[in-house]
């Protein structure tokens, strides 16, 4: 009843900053939690970074300090913003959204750092 679109993936050097979307569409009531996940080839998908209707937000170790994630409430967008970019943070990034009682996952985005 919900479908998440990623898109804004890409590939990129070191350093370099990249900010993917995922928009939220169909019925989007009571999503009340996002989160970006990703996984690289070989690993399990881990959680990036979430975020609460109310502001709220949690970020891997891995990331924090590099990565932003916001929500557009009133388009139902969700972003990332990931500045200075490390090769491991290539992975495939997935949208991930939230009911109470249901959870929602997009196809996902890819993200590749590399000289």
């Known amino acids: ?11 990129v050097p070191p350093g370099a ?5 995922c928009a939220a569409s169909g019925i989007i009531s009571r999503l009340n939690v996002m989160a970006w996940y ?5 690993k399990q998908r881990e959680l990036v970074a979430l975020i609460t209707t109310g502001g709220s937000t949690n970020y891997a170790d891995s ?16 972003y990332l913003q990931m500045n200075r970019l490390k090769p491991e943070d290539a992975a495939v990034y997935y949208c991930n959204a939230a009911r109470p009682t249901k959870m929602y996952w997009g196809q996902g985005t890819q993200v590749t750092v590399s000289s």
């Open 1 to 11: 009843q919900v479908q998440l679109v990623e898109s804004g993936g890409g590939l």
């Open 17 to 21: 900053s990249l900010r993917p979307s």
């Open 38 to 42: 990703r996984q690289a080839p070989g």
């Open 63 to 78: 990331v924090k300090g590099r990565f932003t994630i916001s929500r557009e409430q009133e388009t139902n967008t969700l």
